[in-house]
């Protein structure tokens, strides 16, 4: 009875001990490794609109349609660059972001985190116009360029007043050598001079316009004789024309007088 009391004892301890070694040469399961995250892809371009205010010049990109236009104003109100389109936008390693357009001019716009910003422009072959420092502003569209200054009104002259069914002829001579009949009626006015050389017996006619009045308020009537000789007429009264009235006549340059009846 002893002795089987001594082999179950020592078959519990060997089974003890098997177990023990066995337990100790196999490795725990492993803990999964915790996976690692891929890297964000880059950020976005964000399509707000910006501004770049320097003490002389004023920047400005906006979005239309998901494309950058951009402005670029010497200040007061010169606009070099205005809502340009085809503008490259660079995003740089230091957080920045800068603005371009080339044309025949360059412009370029930075802008940092900071809220400062610069300004660039360059010709087209590199040389640079301008750089200045600035920060960023609040939004505010660039103005609109400056309207062109519209033309003057063309002013027409007006015609001289006429009176009533009024008709005259008014006979003068020029330097005593051409002798002239200058015609005057309500619908035309004093257009035609007839002239008559004393040395000849032809008849020259200047048929003659309205082309305004002078500094005394005296209509002048302007022609010429076959597009060679140049006449002119000034009815030497500021007031509708009457009998009695006079006429000064040039014919090539030499004048004569007449009075109208």
Not at 18 to 44: E, F
Not at 196 to 207: E, F, G, H, I, Q
């Amino acid at each position: 009875m002893g002795w089987v009391m001594l082999a179950i004892l020592g078959a519990i301890a060997l089974t003890s001990c098997l177990n023990s070694r066995t337990s100790d040469s196999i490795p725990a399961p492993a803990t999964p490794a915790t996976p690692v995250a891929p890297a964000p892809p880059s950020s976005p371009i964000a399509m707000q609109p910006v501004t770049c205010n320097t003490t002389n010049y004023f920047a400005e990109v906006l979005w239309e349609n998901n494309q950058p236009l951009m402005s670029f104003l010497q200040k007061p109100n010169l606009n070099n660059l205005s809502r340009a389109q085809g503008v490259t936008v660079t995003s740089n390693p230091d957080g920045s972001t800068t603005y371009g357009y080339q044309g025949e001019t360059i412009f370029y716009a930075r802008v940092f985190p900071d809220g400062t910003c610069f300004v660039q422009s360059l010709t087209s072959s590199g040389q640079l116009l301008v750089e200045e420092s600035g920060s960023i502003a609040e939004f505010t569209p660039a103005p609109p360029p400056p309207a062109p200054t519209p033309a003057p009104p063309v002013t027409v002259a007006p015609e001289e007043p006429n009176q009533d069914n009024l008709s005259m002829t008014c006979n003068g001579t020029v330097q005593d050598r051409v002798d002239f009949i200058a015609f005057y009626t309500r619908e035309a006015g004093f257009s035609r001079v007839e002239f008559r050389p004393r040395t000849s017996t032809n008849v020259l006619t200047s048929n003659l316009s309205y082309v305004g009045k002078n500094a005394a308020g005296e209509t002048i009537w302007k022609g010429n004789v076959a597009q060679m000789a140049d006449t002119t007429l000034v009815h030497l009264s500021p007031f509708p024309a009457k009998p009695g009235d006079q006429v000064s006549v040039s014919y090539d340059g030499q004048w004569g007088r007449a009075t109208c009846q």
